[in-house]
């Protein structure tokens, strides 16, 4: 007999942002240098409050997974973080949470979504967003603290 899990999406603010930032430092597992540029709280809090969403996924209860999006223009809005715990990947949850933040979006007129990811650091997630219609339009070389020299990737996502 298999064993069906609840998974649940909330779309919000500020109040589940502690649980996404537990989940974030345990998919993440940043260096401290990391930690000061990507998972500082005053730096989620002002984003989400300044036009931006926190969407979270949760398994029976349980936060699992989270998007944050902040507005980089009047029409855009740019996922700047995201992640979902190991044991929990694969259930659709990074999906489902990706689906409620675009019909969210579009309800508030955005006509955009940008992201950036590192194949060589996120190959997942790279595959996901191409997979999902994002369009790659710029790479960079950036210096990575965990892998060394990497191509970031610059995606975009138009939504009707």
């Not at 992201?115 to 710029?138: A, C, D, Q, S």
Request: net charge negative.
């Amino acid at each position: 007999m298999e064993n069906k899990v609840k998974v649940e999406i909330e779309i919000g603010g500020v109040e589940n942002l502690e649980d996404a930032l537990r989940v974030s430092r345990i998919v993440f597992e940043p260096t401290p240098a990391e930690e000061e540029k990507y998972h500082k709280k005053e730096d989620w809090e002002r984003k989400i409050r300044e036009g931006g969403l926190l969407v979270i996924g949760k398994v029976d209860g349980k936060v699992a997974g989270f998007i944050v999006a902040y507005k980089t223009a009047d029409e855009v809005m740019h996922i700047w973080n995201a992640g979902v715990l190991s044991e929990y990947r694969k259930l659709g949850i990074f999906s489902n949470m990706f689906e409620e933040l675009s019909v969210k979006c579009k309800q508030d007129g955005i006509k955009k979504l940008t992201l950036h990811t590192i194949e060589k650091k996120f190959p997942e997630m790279y595959r996901l967003v191409i997979n999902k219609g994002f369009v790659e339009f710029e790479k960079e070389w950036i210096e990575d603290e965990k892998v060394g020299k990497v191509e970031k990737s610059k995606f975009e996502l138009g939504l009707v």
